[in-house]
């Protein structure tokens, strides 16, 4: 997988909680033993709150660089 959203008007009803459920589901039929993602921690939609409510745990941090160029 590898981006997942829900559009504004459809948050809050699970939706993506659903999806990312059927798809761990999925990955552990077929044998994987563990799931990773990463995730923008300054997310305004609530990212980090929906996989931490899923099980998932944070095992690394990493910052992210930028310059501008002009």
Partial sequence: MDEIGVIRGWRQRGIAS???AAAMRAFRD???EYAKLGVDTENPT???RLYENLGF???RRSTAFHKALG
């Fill in 57 to 59: 745990y944070s095992v």
């Fill in 46 to 48: 609530g990212a980090l």
């Fill in 18 to 20: 659903a999806l990312i």
């Fill in 30 to 32: 077929e044998g994987l």
